[in-house]
């Protein structure tokens, strides 16, 4: 079984930074593809960014110059630098990651909530 632990939401001022972390613990050979997504109150859930294990990455447009998705291939952790926050980047984010043992499976996070006032 494979566990992804989030941390480093709150609440933060409209322009003000925030950290997230994840970290992926249990059996597995490899994580593929890690990758953060949100979900604001009464919306479907989105992709913000994503990252290889090569080191690629994927941003929603929304976020592109404000966030930044880094991971640590060593530690099996990825994180989630914003800067620049705003009100509508308020949601629970979710750590996500495909992990391979055997076979490739896709695995959530309990998620973190992200609030952003005006």
């Known amino acids: 079984q494979v566990q992804l632990v989030e941390s480093g939401g709150g609440l933060v001022q409209a322009g003000g930074s925030l950290r997230l972390s994840c970290a992926a613990s249990g059996r597995f050979s490899s994580i593929n593809t890690m990758a953060w997504y949100r979900q604001a109150l009464g919306k479907q859930r989105e992709l913000v960014a994503s990252?290889?294990?090569?080191?690629?990455?994927n941003y929603a447009n929304s976020v592109k110059g404000r966030f930044t998705i880094s991971r640590d291939n060593a530690k099996n952790t990825v994180a989630l630098q914003m800067i620049s926050l705003k009100p509508e980047d308020t949601g629970v984010y979710y750590c996500?990651?495909?992990?391979?043992?055997?076979?490739?499976?896709?695995?959530w996070g309990q998620g973190t909530q992200v609030t952003v006032s005006s």
């Open positions: 996500n990651a495909d992990v391979r043992y055997n076979t490739l499976r896709n695995y």
């Open positions: 990252i290889t294990n090569g080191g690629t990455t």
